[in-house]
């Protein structure tokens, strides 16, 4: 990995074992809305120890919650305030109204300390002013978290050269792979392996819709997260706006307008066709919550995963194959990032939290896998496995912390980290491995074209759209609200970039 870094800076990254966005407050609600800490202590805390610090982590995941969460939060926070003086009101956004919600709090300043954030966001609220600037203060009050992930990564969220958010070092490079319920596999006898592309696809999820009937979509999709990896041959910029982008091997790297590509279009029409054939849900383009059960899924994901996708869906097994990567790019690393509130009264105690999150197994596998004895049980003695024995625990590890510090489930490979970071060490970098889009000087344009796709994104990346009707439309529309103007300042950002 570093060598890939190295040559980029010479030029000039479903989730996963858990799930998770609707406005939803855990079931610890005494914490007040002005950040006050919250009044859950127990009477022997209360009266041993000063007030501790209680801080509003948003974080993604699913709902309702479980009946323990509010007894499993408790239990960290004994275990947190023991170690560090500090709690959390963790509380949980749906996967379908994440996105949302966090723009809620952010637009009205609603408080809160920390918050799962991602590269479609991450430059947006650095521009609003609504992250804090943590360059300096990182290193100082939480060094071993500043050195528990590789500068590589840190440079990956560098935005105007400053740190706003702890990147999650994890697969920091993307590898999609495609999952399949291993029943339908043997049924139909699908060469799973051997399917690459969309197109490759196409007969085998005709063969289970006509034999599983008219009712099976054997293509599940939800309004928030369409056919993932779609976008992963163009890089961003950190823009997480699909419309704007890079081919990842263009040596010139010219700014383009995605949707006008030919590659990208074919993969629509395919997508519609799979909505008209009833291979898609009816009702993808306006549903919001993921089902647990999904026979065909596509997402970023690593060796093993598949143990906990299958636990998570209650599924006997599943088989994966990887379609693509491992591929470099600074929206890769941006995959998943926690940034404190500006407007924090707890900076420093934040930074404490999440260095105790990356550096510290037992916390990490709380926030993983939920309560100890009802969601999981450590194998064997060993700290380092674990067993599931629930499937409720709804937070989603890939958006908390490290996955190095972190247990591995039985029955995935016991090396299975070590194969983690071999995809990024073999990770191929994007031509523009290192550049973030400022939008500073454009973010009137950003804002109406992310507006004007807002209005066509659901049911375009679902399928229920023609895409021959529709794009040009679009496209139009984007352009009159300043989507050439993008490209150009791209461009030009890029080429001082890459001088």
């Known amino acids: 990995m570093k060598k890939i870094f190295k040559i980029a800076s010479t030029l000039c990254i479903l989730t996963l074992m858990g799930s998770a966005l609707a406005a939803c407050g855990s079931s610890n609600n005494s914490a007040s809305s002005t950040n006050e800490p919250s009044n859950n202590s127990t009477s022997t805390e209360a009266a041993g120890k000063k007030d501790i610090p209680t801080l509003v982590w948003w974080q993604i995941g699913n709902t309702p919650l479980p009946a323990n969460y509010s007894k499993a939060i408790d239990k960290m926070n004994e275990y947190t305030a023991e170690k560090i003086g500090v709690k959390v009101d963790l509380r949980v956004a749906s996967w379908g109204e994440w996105d949302t919600k966090m723009n809620t709090i952010v637009n009205t300043g609603e408080p809160f300390d920390m918050m799962f954030t991602n590269n479609t966001k991450y430059s ?8 804090t600037d943590i360059t300096d203060l ?64 196409d007969k085998p999820l005709h063969d289970i819709k006509a ?42 790297r010219k700014v383009i307008s995605v949707f006008e590509q030919p590659d990208v279009m074919a993969n629509l029409k395919l997508l519609h066709k799979w909505y008209q054939d009833g291979i898609i849900n009816p009702d993808a383009p306006t549903k919001t919550e993921k089902e647990k059960y999904n026979p065909f899924g596509t997402q970023q994901a690593f060796p093993g995963a ?26 890769t690393i941006q995959g998943s990032l926690n940034a404190i509130s500006a407007n924090s009264k707890y900076k420093n105690e934040a930074l404490k939290y999440l ?28 700290d380092n496995v674990i ?39 073999q990770a191929v ?24 796709f807002d209005k066509y994104k659901y049911e375009l990346l679902t399928g ?8 040009p439309k679009m496209l139009d529309e984007l352009k009159k609200a300043g989507l050439d103007k993008i490209i150009q300042k791209a461009q030009e950002e890029i080429d001082n970039y890459f001088k």
């Open 124 to 131: 947006k609220q650095v521009a609003m002013g609504a992250l």
């Open 138 to 201: 990182v290193q100082s009050e939480a060094p071993d978290l500043y050195k528990s992930i590789p500068s590589e990564v840190w440079d990956g969220t560098k935005i105007g050269g400053k740190y706003y958010a702890v990147p999650t070092y994890k697969d920091s490079s993307v590898s999609q792979y495609w999952s399949y319920d291993d029943k339908l596999v043997q049924k139909y006898n699908i060469d799973y392996q051997n399917i690459t592309s969309m197109q490759d696809l």
């Open 211 to 252: 034999g599983e009937g008219k009712s099976f979509y054997p293509l599940r999709l939800i309004q928030s997260e369409a056919f993932s990896g779609m976008f992963n041959n163009y890089d961003d910029l950190t823009l997480g706006f699909f419309p704007v982008g890079v081919k990842v091997d263009d040596p010139s």
């Open 306 to 331: 598949e143990i906990a996708m299958q636990i998570n869906a209650g599924v006997e097994k599943f088989v994966m194959n990887k379609t693509f990567g491992p591929l470099y790019t600074t929206s």
């Open 355 to 382: 260095q105790l999150v990356n550096t510290d197994s037992k916390l990490r596998n709380m926030l993983a896998f939920g309560e100890e004895g009802v969601d999981f049980k450590y194998v064997d003695g060993k």
């Open 387 to 425: 067993e599931r024995t629930s499937d409720t625990w709804p937070l989603a590890a890939y958006s908390q912390g490290t996955f190095f510090n972190m247990a591995i489930t039985k029955g995935a490979p016991e090396d299975q980290w070590d194969q983690v970071k071999k995809l990024n060490e």
């Open 429 to 452: 970098a994007s031509t523009v491995l290192g550049f973030a889009l400022d939008i500073s000087e454009i973010q009137t344009e950003v804002a109406n074209a992310q507006s004007t």
């Open 464 to 471: 229920a759209s023609d895409p021959e009707k529709i794009v």
